[in-house]
């Protein structure tokens, strides 16, 4: 539970950072529909909405995913990228290593969940 508070704190402040009065963009790359990765989603929304974030004021999502399908990976992070979101989530270990392999030059931050183990996955270097 507190490692949820602290990601949702987390990004918020990503998303206020240099904040204005126009609208978030935040683009979530899921892996499919799943009950646990849907739980994680709603969550994540949830706390955005809990520290003040109302979707479609402060916030717009663009979420998609791949049903599962890791051939459709880099088609849909290329897209959500071009968007040019101001936070990308990316949902579940697949989407995740891909998305840190291609998006390499980006602009925007990336922040991952749930991962079993991103040290690895080699999306962190260490636990601490």
Known sequence: MWKRVMLTLAIAGVVTSGASAQSRRVAIAGWGPHPTLNE???????????????EGRDVTFDETNVNFDAALIPQMLTRLAGAQPDLMVTVATPVSIAARNQLRSRSFPIVFMPIADPVHAKLVPSWD
Do not use: D, R, S, V
């Open 40 to 54: 994680t989603i709603a969550g994540f929304k949830k706390g955005l909405a809990e520290g003040g974030f109302a």
